[in-house]
Each structure stands twice: as C-alpha cells, then as structure tokens.
C-alpha cells in the first residue's frame, strides 16, 4: 500500500513537474495539483511517504522523495512534516548517490529551511555536511536548492561560522557557482547567497 502511493504519486508528480506556464489554464492545473498534495496530506500521507524514504529500495526512496517534495509545497504537508520529524530522512536523502533523490529531497529541505525554528534541527542533523553535498552536485536544480537552503540558514550564527571556517568547502563551492557555471540561473543565485553571506557577518 505505501509503495503503491509512492509510486502512483511519484508518477503523477513527474508528470507534472514540467512548468506549467507555457500551458493554457495553468494556473487551474496548479490549483488541482496542490489540493491533490493537501488530499494526501489528509488521508495521513506523510508518515508513510517518509517509511518510504528511509527504506532500502532506491527506487522506493526515489518515489517516495518525489512524493514528499509536492507535499513539502503545502502549508499542510510541511506541518505534517515537522510533526514527523522528517528532517533526520530528509537530509540522509540529500546524501543520496541518486540524482533525483537527492534534488527531490533537498527541495524538500529548502521548504523546510523556511522556517527559522527548524535551523537548528536542521545543523543538528548534519544538514550543512549534506548542503555541501548538494552544492558539488552536476546536477543543477540541485545546485540551485541547496543554495536556496545555505541562503534561508545564512543568519543563523551557527551556520555562519561553519561556513566561514571553511571547514565545509561551501564558500569554495558557491564561488564554483558563480564563476564556472554555465547556467545564468545559477550564477545569479549563486551570486545572491555570496550576498547574503556577506549581509549576515
């Protein structure tokens, strides 16, 4: 049953990932998309979404990461989330060696980050250790959530020094952003957390 909700779920997600915007009536197919997410969330979704990804099928782990990041894009789905204690899998997932693991969960970490009094729970974790990971990923969408998740940590005092020490190699790694990538996405994300680092000394 679970690993049927993963995959069904999965599915439906990476159906839906392309962006939605160059479509006619987007805008009602995003709507669709995230009272779906907020129906799972109320069927008790979450709790087996994350069995899902602490399993030891890579492909499970794969669907279910898929899964949790469209839940992880609801108000619902991150309380749920929180309620779990789904950052310790979360971050075990952004470790992952499988590209879209790994992007999808650290997707879900970004929304996570959005919350200030998750921070800590997040460095406790080893979610900066992780972060790094993401950073010298090839994979851009990758690269881009993980400096969405370094910039929302940034004034964090902790973080701030970790990063500064460059213990980590995450100073080293966003500068590689900014510098060599190829992607003009990247490069300006990357260039707006060297910001935001600089703002948070």
Not at 89 to 95: F, G, L, S
Not at 129 to 146: C, F, H, N, Y
Not at 172 to 177: A, L, N, V
């Amino acid at each position: 049953m679970v690993l049927k909700l993963c995959c069904d779920a999965s599915l439906w997600r990476h159906k839906m990932q392309k962006p939605l915007t160059v479509y006619c009536g987007a805008s009602s197919i995003y709507a669709k998309k995230q009272q779906l997410a907020v129906d799972v969330c109320h069927l008790g979704g979450v709790q087996p979404v994350l069995k899902c990804i602490q399993g030891k099928d890579k492909d499970t782990r794969r669907n279910g990461c898929a899964v949790l990041s469209v839940l992880a894009a609801t108000a619902l789905g991150l309380e749920q989330m929180r309620s779990c204690s789904a950052i310790p899998p979360v971050i075990a997932c952004v470790r992952d060696n499988d590209v879209r693991t790994r992007r999808d969960a650290v997707s879900s970490l970004a929304a996570l980050c959005e919350n200030e009094s998750d921070h800590n729970l997040v460095i406790q974790a080893g979610g900066l250790k992780a972060i790094s990971i993401g950073l010298d990923s090839k994979d851009v969408e990758t690269q881009k959530w993980s400096l969405r998740c370094i910039k929302l940590l940034a004034f964090n005092s902790q973080v701030h020094k970790a990063v500064k020490d460059g213990s980590l190699g995450i100073i080293e790694s966003i500068s590689r952003c900014a510098l060599d990538s190829n992607d003009p996405e990247l490069v300006i994300v990357a260039k707006d957390v060297q910001a935001a680092i600089s703002m948070s000394a």
